[in-house]
């Protein structure tokens, strides 16, 4: 009996490790390499913790894959990722494995690692920067190689994307031949906001943390975007053989004086108070940087006492992490309403009872679509917990849950949740596009907010400019019937708008004015202004410089839009789809008639030659003599046509470096010549 009761236990923590490691393994392949982590922060650590525990207990079922025993990857080449992204970096074997932290959210147990060291130890503080780490090689003074830590033992070389970070020195006098710099690569918080607002305007999925940008951008292949996006650094670690300096400190401060981007947050302490006077200070003064922390790392100063104390198989036993606690409350979600988008998207928002978080009240917070509701099992009733995600947007992170997993007061209230089936807005039965997690409205012309949405936007300062057609101003002109869509605008008379309650004849005179002047606005900010989905300003630029006018780009294909940058398949059958409709078609008549740009300054191409006339060109892969882009102007000049994807009708590839694995495939199948950038000059030129 006893012994049946022993191995029921054994099997029930056998089934235990195995659901841990599956969910760690996912949980690190989310984080690393998708850049979509799915659990928090303080969840993976404490179900990696409770893992540790278990396989303790039972040693009989050690595994050398446990995600114990290895660091996550992000490597953009191992076999996981190649299905996700085709891009490829140069892989490197770290000279030295390039390892994590312990780390631990309470401060006691911060206090016995201290405790437990040589009483004579100078422990180092730094802020622990949330970013990714990146090994930088200098040989003779020159900057080699920038490794990601990949699985910890092999990482990409992503060099390219590092030489757009200024503070990086790329050339150094008088130091060692041969040593690395390991540190933190981030994006600033001025620029992650800056980069999530312009994908919202795309409509492209926002990265939720500065961490998360960070890192899709350092794997991005276009080094231009990465230098746009602005990267920042900070380094604090040196490597190799024969370095100056008998502590850690002093390398630092060595690596400063070579100019290297060391914070200045690095203190010695000398005493456990020192260490906690640290914390504390930095747990709220840490707000006010300009880059995201999410800790503190304490390292042994002395080098000799370091190398003593060792290494575990994935972190050092000289150092530890004390993560800070994300700020998070529990409050009631009282009840789940639904916005529409300009496109006809329904977002589901969770209206909260209103409470405290990191200085403001948050009574409301994005619960994204269905999936995540089902995924949480959230219900009316429910506490939920709310965290500020990257402190800035809140976000609902669990269920509050009672001991034994019961609801928390669900007073009877709570019944399963289901998702709105029509709009909340006109009531028309809702669609979910296959693919896509967004239900959405398709009374695209009958819909209130997408119709007003839809003007709002094509009026916005970046779009069409037009001053005093505000929001309520456009409502109100709804309301009165003047206004249905965007062709309307090019209608209004001053008496109509005159007559308006709260419009005089003052602000009817403005209005016409802003509509008038818009009619100088170029193509480019017509066709960003149009709405058409996910064409945001950056790609209706790129779109109206391939192709000049309207007649232009209704005349075009898919795989013709696809030959854009930034211009992929759902893009390309949106372009399509918008100008196959015959209500877009007449708004886009009228608008002409009005006098709006739909051609671009120049008119049409200057032709330079026809010397590939007839030739349909995929370009693949990155050039060192011209851009992308040059080389894609250099084929229309010259009469070819630009291809986004490879095909039967591909003339050939103008394939640059670490051209793409599934355009080489296909190429290969088809029997597509490929053809090298100096091959392609020569022939032009
Ligand atoms: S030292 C061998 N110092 O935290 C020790 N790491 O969770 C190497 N990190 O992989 C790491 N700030 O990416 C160190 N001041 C700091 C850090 C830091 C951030 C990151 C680093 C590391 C991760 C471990």
Redesign the pocket.
Known sequence: MTLDLFSDIDAAEREEIIALRKELEEANYKYYVLNMPTLSDRAFDEKMRRLQDLEKAHPELADKNSPTQHVGSDLAVSSKQSAVSGKGFEQVVHRYP????A?SYSLEEIQDWLRKLPSDVEIVC????DG??ISLWYENGLLTKAVT?GDGQKGDNVIENIRTIEAIPQRLEGVPAHFEM?G?VLLPWSNFERLNKEREEQEEPLFANPRNAASGTLKLLDSQEVKRRGLTCYL??MLGEELPGETHFERLETARKWGFPISDAVKVCKSLDEVNAYISYWDTERKNLPVATDGI?L?VNNLRQQEELGYTAKT?RW?I?YKFPAERQLTRLKQITYQVGRTGVITPVANLEPIQLSGTVVQRATLHNEDFIRSLDLREGDMVWVEKGGEIIPKITGKGEGAKGERLEAKGKQVPFSFITTCPECGTPLVRVEGEAAWRCPNESGCKPQIVGKIEHFVSRKAMNIDGLGAETIELFYANGLLHTIADIYDLRKDDIALLERLGDKSAENILAGIEASKQVPWSRVLFALGIRMVGETTAKKIAKRFASIDALKAASKEELMGIDDVGEQIAENIVAYLQDERNLEIIRRLGEAGVQLKGENGAWKVESDKLAGKTIVISGTFAQHSRDEYKDMIEVHGGKNSGSVSKKTSFILAGENMGPEKRKKAEELGVPLMSEEEFLDLLF
Request: hydrophobic share 45%.
């Open positions: 390039m390892l994590s932290l780390n730094e802020l622990k920067f990714l780490s830590r390991r933190e604090y670690y790392v390292k050092p150092a992490a």
